[in-house]
């Protein structure tokens, strides 16, 4: 039984088609690379899945309709980092973790001692528990960065949605989040859904690439497959090579012959 | 890692710091004490203590106080800080709510229409009833009916606009139903030039000296709105997040949002039918607590109430002794204090609302 399953699935905005037909079966376990150029309906695709848009087709958490859970309920099972989180600056670090803890709580029910346990353990793992007391806007981008993912953690959500989880950091803070977020994935078993635009980080962390273009699935399989100097030129309209370094897949922009090609008839 | 080996101690900054919560009360008490015994006539703190323990049928404790003083303390004072002390809670407590749920820092409880319904109904109040039947016995109702007709107005013309996201759109329908029912009452007044000072003033917001009686309409309706909201605190704080994020955590958005905006605004426009519009009280005072504490909502909307209500009591004594025997409209003074203070908030960054 697959962690997500997709089936006929379309999103559109008001008569804007963004999403369409998308057919997509997600292993337990796996870690799954959304790419596309901007537009491609990345984000859309994610929202679906977490159920912030409504879509027309089935979508399957853990084989059940992913309409028939209750918001708690899917709450459990989904979790979302966000491409531009909101941190209200003057939340302490565990206050905003302990957020994660919210679809465990009755609707006027304050964290309890187990909250408290799993939201310290979430910030041990994301080395935070230094700056449990610091309050979010007095942290630096990497940190903040944590901080989100400790409460996606503290959620004990199985399948884990990410939209441009290192868009905001330098290329060292990505390498340690993505290297953070794969180790914690194998502790505790849990699938990704990301979507990426650095496709050479993206082929190093994920195991399968989805290149989407247009609201369609282009590509689908392993970053050898999809990362082909064809397929990304037609989709990306950029002009790249495909190396490869130490046995790992790199995509690198060249530049002059693009605009030429673009411009003549 | 075993849990024992964590220090959930660690996470124990969820409610309020206890200095802060002394520091309120004892602000409260003081305002309280001081709302008390300053006026015209002066009391003695022993007296007024003498005088409540009597009340209370404390045994061998008796009143020393005479019967005008006795009158004057159980029938004005004490009525009249009260009242200060429960529109000052409201006030502050819908104003920290709305700045929560619209994620607005300059959000107040006026924001969806309330004082523009408001108003319009103790202007038809003022112009429209003859005399003997206005004041006490149908201006609140009929500035509550105005709030709420105008809130809700509000609230149906944002839902049929924007189906995907509210804050903005109903803040937006808000000021749209504000400037209506505004023009509206401008007509009514226009029309009726004598009424204009009576208005005026209603306007510029006053606490009746009308014994009880006002207490007892308000307070099943700021106890109500107080209690829905306070038990929703923790709601508040998963809102901060954004409605998207809000909702991967498994909170029905819209309809948190719904009930307690619906209570700040009950709460609101019950305290705004019998003082007029007190403005400022919901800014300044939940700024001011988290410019000094920080808070989350968990422990800001608690402080609110204890602090606004301080703060209206001591701002009422300001009013009714600053050019005493006449008496200021409070909404001057609490706008006095207001607008500066509002000035050093935006200085030091919107970051923190």
Known sequence: MSAIALRDVSVSYGRTPVVTEIELDVAEGAWLAL?????AGKTTLLRAIARHVSFTGEIRLRGRASGSFSRREL???????????????????????????????????QEGRRDREAAARALERLDLLELADRRLGTLSGGELQRAVVARALAQDAAIVLLDEPTAALDIGHQQQALELLDTLRGEAGLTFVAAMHDLTLAAQYADRMVLLDQGRIAADGSPADVLDEALLERHYDASVQVLELDGRIAVVPRRGSRRSAHTTP | MEAASVRPRSLSSRGLPPVWVWTGVAFLLVSVVVGTLVGPIEIGVADALRSFGAKLHLPGVEST?????ETILWELRVPRVVLAALVGATLALAGATYQGVFRNPLADPYLLGVAAGAGLGATVAIAYLPRGLRGQELLPPLAFAGGSVAVVLTYAIGRSVGRERDAATLVLAGVTVASFFTALQSFVQQRN?????EVYSWILGSLPSSGWADVLLILPYVTVAAVVILVHRRVLDVLSVGDDEAASLGV?????????????TVGTAAAVAVTGLIGFVGIIVPHAIRLVVGANYRALLPLSIVVGAGFLVLADVVARTALAPAELPIGIVTAFVGAPFFAIVLRTGRGRG
Do not use: C, H, M
């Open chain 1, 35 to 39: 790419i596309g150029p901007n537009g």
């Open chain 2, 252 to 264: 029905n958005v819209r309809r948190a949002r719904l009930v307690v905006v619906v209570a700040a």
């Open chain 2, 65 to 69: 106080l005479g019967q005008t003083e």
């Open chain 1, 75 to 109: 709450a459990r099972l989904v979790a979302v980092v966000p491409q531009q989180p909101s941190t209200p600056p003057w939340l302490t670090v565990s206050e905003y973790v302990l957020l994660g803890r919210t679809p465990y709580l009755g609707a006027f029910e």
């Open chain 2, 193 to 197: 030039s004598e009424t204009l000072q």
